[in-house]
Each structure stands twice: as C-alpha cells, then as structure tokens.
C-alpha cells in the first residue's frame, strides 16, 4: 500500500503482524552461547577439583584420608559443579535472548526459562558425546590389551603356562626345594586342581588336599605334616587372594551405581537451576540490570 506524505515528513514502515508470527521465539544463538559458557565453567571447576583431588576415580588417591570422607567430598563438589555451571549458562542465555514483545511478562518468564532448558539439554547431549568419545578411546585400549594377552597366550601355550595362570605364584610355593625330574607334571597338576576349585566356592577337597601333600612330599623332601602344613597355608592364601577380588568387584559395582544415581540426581537438580537462572537472566535484560560493583567500566 502506497501512503502519500506531505513533503519533508519520512513514513517509516514497521514489521508487519504476519512477519512478527513467522519468527522463532527460540534464540538458537543464545543457546549456543550458553553452552559454550557452561561447559566453560565445567571444565575449569572439574579441573580446580582434581588437582585438590576431588575426583571420582580414585577415593584412596590421597595418603592418609579416609576414602569416604573424600568420596563425600567429591560428590558435593561435583554436584555443585554441574548446578553452578548449568545456572551460569542459563543466565547467559536468558540475559542474550532476544524478547518477543507480544508476550505478557509471565510468557516471557517461560520462554526464557525454556532457553535455559535448551542450554541444559544440550549441555547434557554434549557431555554424552564426549563420553561415549572417551569409551570408545577405552574399547580401542581394551583391544589392544587383548591382542596382547593373545598373543602372550600363544606364546605361552608354546612354552611355559606361568605367563597366564594367575596361581603360579602359589603353585611355586608348593613345590619350593624340588629337584625331582618331574616337577614340571607336578606343578601343572597341582594347578589344575586349585583351578577346578576356584570355579565353585574355592575350597580345595580334602582328597585334593591329601594327594596334593603326597605330590609335594614326593617332590620337596618335606615330611608328611610339613607337606600337608604347606598345602593348607596355599589354599588359605589362593582363597584371600580369591575373596580379595570379589570385594574389590563389589565396591567397584556399588561405586558405578552411586555415581549413576548421583549423575541422575545432580542433573535433575540442575535442569531447575538452568530453568531458573535463565529467567533471573531475561529479568535482568528487561531491567537493563547493571553489576556496577562488580563490573565497573574504566
């Protein structure tokens, strides 16, 4: 439409209601930013914490501390880490956000505060990648451990079996002051036996028991009691190294289930930070809000 306007006065045309209904409320620059904010502070805070020793890997790493006084503390930190991080890139995002002005103020809370959810979300797909990254790197280390271990089996398979046989130490102890001919024989049937042992409760039999003195008297020198002494004190020493591996099994499994649940939780903890702080942020944008103590200009 043509509008006439008398001479020296500029008609200035504004955007349109259609124009103003096509355009994304969702500000995918802010987003961004917000992301790139809250990873920022992720990863300097993540950083600070273990070099204090404040990790998640290794609860025993600090001399002297008790493991759950540390594991304690690493989770509060982390927790405040992922909140912290997350509320600052939501506010980031809200105070960027470009404001739509057909919303009524309650409207504008939601939507910024939906950037915040954005900016947390895409925080959290960001971090998956990252560390389905870092077990992929595992799964290629893993790999090549195994190609190692096969290829140490082979050899081994080729000469002697002590490379592989996590009891060889034990065995050893057995047959210590042999100078028979066939300690060989003996040592690997003396393995065997302990082997079939450990795949049900890791008690040696007391006919094992007996042959294996036997063995062990025929191959050493020692006298019936002593043999039968030694055998003992291996099956005692097989079977806590045995029990040691199942505990150590057990606190790695519930470790790996209270950092997932602790993962779940500081999440959800965070999504309500993101939420927030980016609604803090648009009230701040509309206020035109300045930190003058804290952000002078010189």
């Given at each position: 439409m043509t509008i006439e306007a008398p001479g020296g006065i500029a008609v200035v045309e504004t955007a349109?209601?259609?124009?103003?209904?096509?355009?994304?409320?969702?500000d995918w620059a802010s987003i961004i930013a917000g992301i790139i904010f809250a990873s920022a502070v992720s990863l300097v805070?993540?950083?600070?914490?273990?070099?204090?020793?404040?990790?998640?890997?290794?609860?025993?790493?600090?001399?002297?501390?008790?493991?759950?006084?540390?594991?304690i503390a690493a989770a509060s930190w982390f927790l405040w880490v992922q909140i912290s991080s997350f509320m600052a890139g939501g506010?980031?995002?809200?105070?960027?956000?470009?404001?739509?002005?057909?919303?009524?103020?309650?409207?504008?809370?939601?939507?910024?505060?939906?950037?915040?959810?954005?900016?947390?979300?895409?925080?959290?797909?960001?971090?998956?990648?990252?560390?389905?990254?870092?077990?992929?790197?595992?799964?290629?280390?893993?790999?090549?451990v195994v190609s190692t271990a096969t290829n140490a089996a082979s050899n081994a398979a080729e000469g002697s079996l002590d490379a592989v046989d996590p009891n060889a130490y034990f065995i050893d102890t057995l047959f210590r002051g042999n100078t028979a001919p066939d300690a060989e024989g003996s040592r690997a049937e003396a393995g065997r036996i302990f082997a079939q042992a450990?795949?049900?409760?890791?008690?040696?039999?007391?006919?094992?028991?007996?042959?294996?003195?036997?063995?062990?008297?025929?191959?050493?020198?020692?006298?019936?009691?002593?043999a039968q002494a030694r055998v003992d004190q291996v099956s005692t020493s097989i079977e806590q190294a045995r029990q040691d591996t199942i505990e150590a099994a057990r606190i790695a499994r519930n470790t790996a289930i209270i950092a997932a649940f602790l993962l779940a939780a500081s999440s959800l903890a965070a999504a309500v930070g993101a939420y927030w702080a980016a609604q803090k942020g648009g009230n701040h944008r509309d206020k035109e809000t300045v930190f003058s103590d804290v952000f002078r200009r010189f």
């Open positions: 349109t209601g259609s124009q103003r209904d096509t355009s994304s409320y969702v805070l993540i950083t600070f914490g273990s070099a204090i020793g404040l990790n998640l890997v290794d609860f025993d790493a600090r001399e002297g501390a008790s493991p759950i006084l540390v594991a506010y980031l995002a809200g105070r960027l956000r470009r404001r739509h002005f057909d919303a009524s103020e309650d409207e504008s809370d939601v939507r910024d505060g939906a950037h915040g959810l954005l900016v947390w979300g895409g925080s959290m797909i960001v971090g998956a990648v990252l560390a389905v990254s870092g077990i992929g790197a595992a799964a290629t280390t893993v790999g090549n450990a795949l049900g409760d890791g008690t040696v039999a007391e006919a094992d028991r007996t042959y294996l003195a036997q063995v062990v008297a025929a191959n050493t020198g020692l006298s019936p009691e002593e």
